[in-house]
């Protein structure tokens, strides 16, 4: 898996655990379906964002740029108070990222009777 797909599942448990019962799941409980889609939404994302995801367009410095963005990518998409528009990423870059972002549908996850954690 790469950077960018942990770290938008890292901001995936990160916001939901409280919203969803997570709970203590973990990557392991990521039902086949859903661990589809993320690498999905993640590959295309990377794809369309191309060279707007760069050192030269972010100026956080608290990890790499592509976790970064991975983890601005699941916040933007999913209308959190933070992503690639609260001032982290260059103009026009921020604007370009968080339309492209928000061109993904808002995902919800939840924990399934399974103990499997699936998205809608």
């Avoid at 103009?91 to 399974?114: C, H, I, S, W």
Wanted: some cysteine; proline content about 2%; overall charge negative.
């Amino acid at each position: 898996m790469d950077a960018f797909t942990q770290a938008y599942i890292t901001a995936m448990f990160f916001t939901e655990e409280g919203e969803s019962n997570l709970g203590d799941a973990g990557m392991s409980e990521i039902s086949a379906e859903l661990m589809t889609q993320i690498t999905q939404d993640c590959a295309t994302f990377q794809s369309q964002a191309g060279d707007l995801i760069s050192s030269e367009n972010c100026h956080y410095t608290g990890c790499p740029t592509i976790e970064y963005a991975g983890h601005d990518f699941w916040l933007t998409r999913n209308g959190h108070g933070c992503g690639f528009w609260d001032g982290d990423w260059e103009e026009p870059a921020a604007t370009k990222l968080t339309n492209l972002a928000k061109q993904f549908r808002q995902m919800d996850v939840y924990l399934g009777d399974d103990g499997k954690i699936y998205g809608m």
